[in-house]
């Protein structure tokens, strides 16, 4: 299947990074908005609106990257050849959108940074095997519709204008939530390049409706959409392992035939949906599947989950790409849950499914950052992860402390496989 329009063009996984990266910017065409510091409890945001700056900040300096050009493709590669890349990731730290005390914080995104600096894992060490995409035009309004309903879309924008005035905005929404406007590989090759969008805030819990649990716009979701529509990938198997269920996404595909949710959980979790029997509905019946893991879950668990579930419903369900919503809040030292994932559970997750998405579809596969709170765990595995990508040992036994690990619940992990496993007939 041809993923590319013209030649010249990066890889499928830079283009959903791109549209992943800058949903954000320049969306209320033609000025910019940037939001510094919006905060939502009850419904309630406060911020400080400033017009006419840039999206994002810059963070690391890249050797490799692909900017927005003046030609027919809106895409010009600098320095570098697609078919080196072995990751393609995009940076949208959102740094104007912070409150230090809030768990997702402006400090996440630039942590993960600084680890894969640290740990050379940037194009200024990597060359061309690793690229940074930069400058890239906005997602649409139109992109931002395909899953957010026009009203929610069309209110948060004239809650911005009112709060440029007010310094208010109300927006209904449960949980703690920010809001801010900051926030080719050739089409012959048959090894592309995995993508990873760092990206904040996170996406999976936003509704159709509006925002929810940190969360604004659906980042995998849009991601999913464009997919569809701008490179006729009609099947799209999306896995979620963050530690709280992905409501949001669950909600925007539950009778979906063409797109397959695949989620694990801790059973119990914020915001307590994701059951057993959510399995979809109407035509889509069957393509969602969640999967609540009890608390003290770990490695051992997120290994047999793979084999025995993540694996035979990606078989089955022949998606044309793969799209993770890549939660690091799963870790034991992660201060909002109870699982206990480790650097190697991370590594583990990488390493495999971007195999499979390998072996069925043709390695499209691209990841988005969601959660992760502990600023230690989340980028050390997401870097982690990178090494993964690139087929190189993991440095898992460095961070990792056996010594913080209990014994996993095995009977109820394994109660819990084996009926998601009848509910899926797999």
């Known amino acids: 299947m041809d993923l590319l329009s013209v030649p010249s063009s990066p890889s499928l996984a830079g283009n959903v990074l791109f549209l992943a990266r800058q949903r954000f910017c320049n969306w209320r065409s033609p000025e910019r ?138 927006i209904e929404g449960s949980g703690p939530t920010y809001a801010t406007v900051e926030v080719a590989e050739s089409k012959n090759s048959r090894d592309p390049p995995t993508g990873f969008a760092l990206i ?104 047999t989950v793979f084999d025995e579930v993540i694996v035979p419903c990606a078989q089955r369900f022949k998606p044309d790409i793969i799209l993770v919503s890549a939660g690091y809040d799963a870790h034991a030292l992660d201060p909002l849950a109870s699982l206990q994932f480790t650097t190697g559970t991370y590594y583990m997750l990488a390493s495999s499914i971007q195999q499979l998405a390998k072996d069925i579809c043709g390695g499209r596969c691209v990841f988005f950052l969601e959660g992760g709170y502990n600023l230690d765990s989340l980028s050390y595995s997401v870097a982690d992860s990178f090494r993964a990508f690139l087929k190189e040992p993991s440095l898992a036994p460095t961070f990792d402390n056996p010594a913080m690990l209990y014994e996993e619940p095995s009977m109820k992990v394994k109660q819990a496989i084996q009926r998601v496993k009848h509910l899926h007939s797999l």
Do not use: W
């Open 200 to 303: 904040r805030p996170p996406g999976h819990h936003a509704i159709p409706k509006g925002p929810m649990g940190f969360c604004v716009f659906g980042n995998i979701a849009i991601a999913a959409r464009y997919a569809q529509r701008a490179h006729g990938l009609k099947r799209v198997f999306i896995i979620d392992f963050d530690v709280h269920h992905g409501n949001g996404t669950n909600d925007a595909f539950y009778e979906d035939p063409d797109i397959f949710f695949l989620s694990t959980h801790q059973d119990g979790s914020y915001p307590g949906t994701g059951k057993f029997d959510e399995i979809g509905r109407g035509d889509g019946e069957g393509t969602t599947l969640n999967l609540p893991l009890p608390g003290g879950s770990g490695d051992t668990a997120m290994r």
């Open 33 to 170: 908005l940037h939001l510094d510091a919006i905060f939502a409890t009850d419904g309630i945001l406060y911020k400080n609106l400033r017009r006419g700056r840039g999206c994002f900040s810059k963070t690391t300096e890249a050797s490799s990257s692909f900017s927005n050009g003046t030609g027919e493709s809106p895409y010009i590669l600098v320095n570098t050849k697609p078919s080196d890349a072995r990751i393609i990731y995009a940076v949208a730290p959102a740094m104007g959108h912070n409150q230090e005390a809030h768990p997702e914080s402006h400090f996440r995104v630039p942590a993960i940074v600084q680890a894969l600096d640290k740990l050379e894992l940037t194009p200024k060490f990597r060359g061309s095997k690793v690229i940074e995409l930069q400058n890239f035009r906005p997602a649409s309004v139109d992109d931002i519709t395909s899953v957010h309903t026009q009203s929610y879309v069309s209110g948060l924008e004239k809650a911005m204008d009112q709060a440029s005035k007010d310094g208010l905005i109300f």
